[in-house]
T-cell receptor
Framework: AQKITQTQPGMFVQEKEAVTLDCTYD???????LFWYKQPSSGEMIFLIY??????QNATEGRYSLNFQKARKSANLVISASQLGDSAMYFC??????????????FGKGTHLIIQP | NAGVTQTPKFQVLKTGQSMTLQCAQD?????MSWYRQDPGMGLRLIHY???????DQGEVPNGYNVSRSTTEDFPLRLLSAAPSQTSVYFC????????????FGSGTQLSVL
């Protein structure tokens, strides 16, 4: 079974609209962390936001927020007021707490977001 | 402020050739790792290291070797390249804390003919 599922292979959104990118995860570990990364066409991986499993509040970083619904095992990324520069691949990833999280991140397959003017 | 430096950026190999992808970080990070990215697959962990002298396998380790003789360097060796190893390779590092983000290098695009 996939540990990270991103069900939207591609999305087209009008500039200035809000965007929600879906991510569901699967783990039995009570301690885990969820990450979102952006990969523009230039190829680099850019960290956006982090949510820990024990965090009481949803994480926010500027225009990015994470809608964390623990019971549903959902960690959707919300981008407010989208901009043309937000066009990119977006990856959801999880680190499970066992072995101090040393095993690395498990990534979803990504969502290709295109912002239209 | 170099961060994570990967070389080369591009490489073309013939089947059966060997090569080493270099990775260096200047942030004194304990944890380093290698991922490969294939179309439609996201990133998959190849090998990782939690400190000098300590390495372990990730999800897709076959055909790759690593070593960690210093904190700064974590090279990835392809012993006998195969077309299935055509991919984009990313090196990454972070501190030991499990809630810390990964810092990624800029990637190496490898083609095996």
């Amino acid at each position: 079974a996939q540990k990270i599922t991103q069900t939207q292979p591609g999305m087209f959104v009008q500039e200035k609209e809000a965007v929600t990118l879906d991510c569901t995860y699967d783990t039995s570990d009570p301690s885990y962390g969820l990450f979102w990364y952006k990969q523009p066409s230039s190829g680099e991986m850019i960290f956006l936001i982090y949510q820990g499993s024990y965090d009481q509040q949803n994480a926010t970083e500027g225009r990015y927020s994470l809608n964390f619904q623990k019971a549903r095992k959902s960690a959707n990324l919300v981008i407010s007021a989208s901009q043309l520069g937000d066009s990119a691949m977006y990856f959801c990833a999880m680190r499970e707490g066992g072995k101090g999280g040393a095993d690395g991140l498990t990534f979803g397959k990504g969502t290709h977001l295109i912002i239209q003017p | 402020n170099a961060g994570v430096t990967q070389t080369p950026k591009f490489q073309v190999l013939k089947t059966g050739q060997s090569m080493t992808l270099q990775c260096a970080q200047d942030m004194n990070h304990e944890y380093m790792s290698w991922y490969r990215q294939d179309p439609g697959m996201g990133l998959r962990l190849i090998h990782y290291s939690v400190g000098a002298g300590i390495t372990d396998q990730g999800e897709v380790p076959n055909g790759y070797n690593v070593s960690r003789s210093t904190t700064e360097d974590f090279p990835l060796r392809l012993l006998s390249a195969a077309p299935s190893q055509t991919s984009v390779y990313f090196c990454a590092s972070r501190t030991g804390a499990s809630n810390e983000k990964l810092f990624f290098g800029s990637g190496t695009q490898l083609s095996v003919l």
